[in-house]
């Protein structure tokens, strides 16, 4: 009589009628013992369906019996080995059982390891993770819950999906507003990120650069690939930026020189209030507040016009970065877009808040070893964090943003054919 070996080391078989016996063990190591059962059953059944019943003669048989060997599967994040038979063709080549197919096929285990690298959980403590110390299942050598194994599989599981992410195509997007910031990675290492808004508030991670600064050349390198995966240039969108000129200098050659531009208010804001003596601090960014509030893009102008003035004596600094970028700190102020849209629009939160997610999966990071790597934490922490994207707070206002696009994309077309006769004449 010939011996089931399909059980791994360690883990006997636990028959049903015998299972309150097992009533020490753990539930885990209960549950594995019945898996390994049904697929030792299932493996068998594909054996006789090949080579017809054991000992048996004649018959139209497929192949022939060759043993036994031993193999693993995964289990709780790594693996347990399994025994299976192995049947071979007349002329010996080896036959793979479909039901051994179907129990490898799965890669759960690279998903264990990148679902707790992404939580947070070094690779040192994966095996911690994912089965306890003093816990009865084995996790001996080979069980693949080891700090290497857990990096191999995320290291393939994120590129991977970086992939499939950069390859999308955008072109069924409709998007009224595209996010753009960078986050340094390392003191030589610049990772610039695109956030898009569409038309029902919903957002998007668009795509992922590396560079060595927010220099022309990289965000062109952006813009590039958005625009060769299928965003339309000739549209007219919102771009909101954190006030690098690279970035106003590429957008325009890119999406035409029309193309709104929001400045950052918060970034503005800081970079005025650094520059400002501490107990200035407090009344500018009141008076700053108070202007960004304002409906009337004309009395906001001058309402920062005033304040540069006031402050130039005693900060020139301060007035001097007030007055830059002026046109398009206020640019959603001229599209005279809603109160409410406009407080979600004039700032780069949303990428902004998305960088903070990236900064904690990539916190147990201790070294980069180049920018291939940076790219993958950093698109797997971004898919992340879109999962709990919500929509634009004030998505009920976005036809009036899409209104005002419109309209601002007329008005420059009028506008550039009167300009380029005036110069003709």
């Known amino acids: 009589m010939t011996r089931n070996s399909t059980w791994a080391a360690g883990v006997p078989p636990l028959a049903a009628d015998r299972a309150p016996d097992g009533a020490t063990a753990s539930f885990e190591r209960l549950c594995l013992r019945a898996g390994l059962e049904a697929l030792g059953e299932m493996l068998e059944a594909d054996a006789a369906a090949l080579c017809g019943p054991r000992h048996g003669r004649g018959g139209e048989r497929q192949a022939q019996r060759w043993g036994r060997t031993s193999g693993p599967?995964?289990?709780h994040g790594g693996k347990v080995s399994v025994a299976r038979p192995r049947v071979r063709e007349r002329g010996g080549r080896e036959v793979v059982l479909p039901s051994w197919e179907r129990a490898v096929g799965e890669d759960w285990l690279g998903r264990w390891a990148m679902n707790l690298m992404l939580l947070g959980v070094?690779?040192?403590?994966?095996g911690r993770a994912v089965r306890l110390p003093e816990g009865d299942v084995p996790a001996g050598p080979g069980a693949g819950v080891s700090k290497s194994a857990a990096s191999r599989r995320f290291v393939a599981l994120s590129a991977e999906r970086m992939a499939a992410w950069m390859g999308q195509d955008l072109s069924g997007l409709d998007l009224l507003a595209v996010q753009i910031d960078g986050i340094h990675v390392t003191e030589d290492l610049v990772l610039l990120a695109a956030i898009g808004i569409d038309g029902e508030g919903a957002k998007h991670p668009l795509g992922l650069v590396e560079g060595a600064t927010e220099?022309?050349?990289?965000?062109?390198?952006?813009?590039?690939d958005l625009v060769g995966r299928g965003l339309d240039p000739?549209?007219?969108r919102l771009f909101i930026v954190d006030g690098a000129k690279a970035l106003t200098k590429a957008i325009r050659r890119t999406f035409g020189r029309d193309t709104p531009i929001q400045r950052c208010q918060v970034h503005k804001a800081r970079n005025i209030a650094e520059r400002l003596p501490k107990a200035l601090q407090a009344p500018v960014r009141r008076a700053?507040?108070?202007a960004w509030e304002l409906d009337d893009a004309a009395r906001a102008e001058r309402l920062l016009r005033n304040l540069a003035r006031t402050l130039e004596p005693r900060a020139p600094g301060a007035a001097a970065s007030i007055l830059e970028g002026l046109d398009e700190i206020l640019t959603v102020v001229r599209l005279r877009l809603p109160r409410e849209l406009r407080r979600s629009l004039a700032c780069t939160n949303i990428v902004e808040n998305v960088m903070g997610s990236v900064r904690r999966v990539c916190r147990n990071v201790k070294r980069w070893r180049d920018a291939d790597m940076a790219l993958r934490w950093t698109a797997a922490a971004m898919l992340e964090a879109a999962k709990g994207f919500r929509r634009l707070k004030a998505k009920r206002h976005l036809p009036a943003l899409r209104a005002a696009l419109t309209a601002h994309r007329a008005k420059a077309a009028t506008i550039t054919p009167i300009a380029q006769q005036t110069r003709a004449a």
């Open 288 to 290: 700053l507040r108070q």
């Open 73 to 75: 599967i995964g289990f």
């Open 122 to 126: 070094a690779t040192r403590r994966f």
């Open 215 to 224: 220099n022309a050349v990289v965000v062109q390198a952006l813009l590039d």
């Open 234 to 236: 000739a549209t007219c």
